[in-house]
C-alpha cells in the first residue's frame, strides 16, 4: 500500500492503529499541537482548587491560582522529574515535590528551593525553573482547554462551525449558555488503540447492531423495549458532519414545528424538567433550537454525548495498544436535585466501564486492534468507503453534511491527522484550504 | 444471643455466601437475582488518591450522590442481567469465566430481622482467550431473613483500584 492514509480512496492502513513507529509520531507531531480537554471550571471553583487531569500521556494539573487565575501545568518537578502532585484533586496554596522537597505556588513558580543559599546560589535563577505551563489555554462555557504549542489558533478558531454542537453538551437544557457542573468522572483502562473510540463518536451511526442487547432490554429513561435512550429525532432530520478541522459527528435537526418527545417517562418530574427546558430553549434560541446534538468527537480524542446521557470523554493515549479513558459527567448546576439523581443513575448504567451500552464497544474496540495486529492483517487496509461519492446537503448549515450514514466524516478525521503527521502548518490543519470557516472572535 | 447460636448464625450465613457464589459462577443469573431484596442498594464506590487525613471524608464516593462505579438498585440489576441473557451482549458474548472468592466472614451487627456482614471477595475473570482481571476488596453486606433463607438488601464493594485496572465491569460482584 503507497498511502497508509488514502482518505481519497477510503482506504487506511491498519499500522495507524498498531504500530508503535505512528504512536511516537502521534504523540510528538499531534498531541503537542491539537487543543486537549482537560477539565471543567466547576472542579476548581475557588483559588488554590486543583484537579490533576492529563494531556495524552502527559500528566497535568489544572489549578486556580491564589488570584483565581486557571493554570495548567506539567505535574514533573522540574528538578528530578517526581510527580509533584499525586493527588487526584483539592485545595492547596503550595505543590511540594517529594524527592527533594522543591515547591511551587499556585501558579505555577519555583518557590521553595531547600538550601538555596549555600548550593544555588549564584546558579539557580528560579524564575527560569516554574513547572512546565501549557502554551495556550481556553475556557469556554467552563469547559478548560489547552494546547502545547503557544502558536496554536484560538480555541474557538479551532474548534470552527463545531461550536454550535459543542454549546450543547456545555450550555443548560434550556438554552442558558454555560451553567454546567461535573458531577462525577470514571477513569479506566483498556486495551485498545485511541483513535477505534474516536471514531466510534464521529457518528459511527453504523455500529448501532453491537448495541442490539442494550436496545432489547429496553433501559432508557422511559424504559421503553427497543430503547436504550429515549428517541428525540424521530422527526428530525439526521445529519452526520465533518468539518474543516477534523472535528466529526451526527446530530438531528428538528422539524421546526417540533413538539416536545417525552423522555425519562419513568419519572414524572424529570420529564416535567425537560418539557419545560425543551420549550424555554425553543423560545431562548428559535431556529438554532432545532439543532439537536447527539454524538460527536473534537479533534483528536475528547468524544462528547450531547444529550443522553450527557457527558465529555477524553481517549488518552497510553501506548499504541492501550487507552485510558477519562468520562466527565455533566448535568446543569442548578437542576432539581431529584432531576441531577436521575440523570446520575442512567449515565452510570449507560457509559463507562459498568454502562450497559459502552461495555459493547470496549469489545470491540479491544478485538479490533488485537486482530489488526498481525503481520499478515497489516498488509490489508481497513475500509472507508461508506457513501462514497454520494451528495452533501448545502442548505443543512457548515461542514461537510450528509443525510446518511457515511464514511465522510472519519475520512475527514484522517485527513487532518494525515496533515498533524506531516507537520503542516495551522491553515492546512485547519483545513482552510477547504471549505471557509466561520471568524471567530474569542 | 448464645455463643452457639453465634455460631450457627454464622454458619448459615456462610453457607448462603457460598450458595450466592455458586449461583454466580454457575451462571444462573435469574434464580441468583431472587436472592436480592426488591429494595436491594448495589453500590461500588470509585476510590480517589487523597492527602492523608482526608480518607474518611474524601477517599469514597458516596452512596446517593454523584458518579459510582455502581449504586443501583434490582430494576438495574435485573436489566443487566436480561441483557447477558440476549445472547449479543457482546461483552459477555461469549460469557466470560468467573469465580467469586468470599473469605474474612465476620458478623459485624445482628438483629432479630437482619444481619450485617463483613467479608473480602476476590473475583477472578478470565474472558475469550487472554483477557484476566482479579478485583479484589472489601464487602459489607445487609441480609434480612427470608423463611429459611436470606435476601441481600444491600451490598457495598470497596474495590482495592483508583483508576480501574480492566475494560469493563460487566460481571456481577
Known sequence: MTNPIDTERGLISREIFVSPEYHRAELEKLYTRAWLFVGHESQIPNPGDFFVSRMAEESVILCRDARGEIRIFLNSCRHRGMKVCRYEQGNTSLFVCPYHSWSYTTDGKLQGVPLYRSLYEGTLNRDE????????LANYKGSIWATWDETAPDFLAYLGDAVDHLDQVLDCRDGRPGGAEVIGVHKW?????????????????????????????????????????????????????????????????????????????????????????????????????RNLALVGNIFPNTSYHGRQPRSLCVWHPSGPDK??????????????????????????????????????????????????????????????????????????????VATQMTDQTPRNFYRTYARYLNGDGWDSLLGRDLQPIRRAAE | MSTIERLLLKQEIEDFLYLE??????????????????????????????????????????????????????????????????????????????????????LLDVTPTEVTVGCRFLVYQNRVEYENYTFIGRRTDVLRRNGESWLIAKRELILEQNVLLAKNLSIFF
Open chain 2, 21 to 106: 457464589a455458586d449461583l454466580l459462577d454457575g451462571r444462573k443469573f435469574r434464580d441468583w437475582l431472587d436472592l436480592l431484596a426488591e429494595d436491594l442498594v448495589y453500590f461500588m464506590p470509585i476510590r480517589r488518591n487523597v492527602k492523608f487525613g482526608q480518607h474518611d471524608e474524601k477517599e469514597n464516593t458516596r452512596q446517593g450522590e454523584g458518579i459510582s462505579w455502581f449504586d443501583e438498585d434490582k430494576w438495574t440489576l435485573t436489566k443487566r442481567v436480561e441483557q447477558v441473557l440476549t445472547g449479543v451482549h457482546y461483552a459477555e458474548e461469549p460469557l466470560s469465566r468467573v469465580t467469586h472468592m468470599v473469605s474474612n466472614i465476620r
Open chain 1, 129 to 136: 525553573w516554574s513547572l512546565v505551563p501549557v502554551g495556550r
Open chain 1, 189 to 289: 483502562v483498556f486495551p485498545s488503540n485511541w483513535k477505534l473510540a474516536a471514531e466510534n463518536f464521529l457518528g459511527d451511526s453504523y455500529h448501532n447492531p453491537s448495541h442490539r442487547s442494550v436496545d432489547m432490554i429496553g433501559m432508557s429513561g422511559s424504559a421503553q423495549p427497543g430503547q436504550r435512550r429515549d428517541n428525540e429525532y424521530t422527526n428530525a432530520q439526521r445529519v452526520w458532519i465533518g468539518f474543516p478541522a477534523g472535528h466529526g459527528l451526527t446530530a438531528g435537526i428538528a422539524h421546526p414545528d417540533l413538539e416536545y418527545t417525552p423522555t425519562y417517562a419513568q419519572y414524572p418530574e424529570v420529564d416535567e424538567y425537560f418539557r419545560y427546558c425543551f420549550y424555554e430553549r425553543k423560545r431562548r434560541l428559535g431556529e438554532k433550537a
Open chain 1, 323 to 400: 487507552v485510558e479513558g477519562w468520562r466527565f459527567f455533566l448535568v446543569d448546576a442548578d437542576a432539581p436535585a431529584a432531576v441531577k439523581d436521575v440523570l446520575r443513575h442512567y449515565y452510570m448504567r449507560y457509559s463507562g466501564p459498568a454502562g450497559m451500552t459502552e461495555q459493547d464497544d470496549m469489545e470491540n474496540w479491544l478485538y479490533a486492534s488485537k486482530a489488526s495486529s498481525g503481520t499478515i492483517a497489516r498488509r490489508y487496509p481497513f475500509n472507508y468507503q461508506m457513501a462514497m461519492g454520494k451528495p452533501n446537503a448545502a442548505n443543512l448549515g457548515p461542514g461537510l
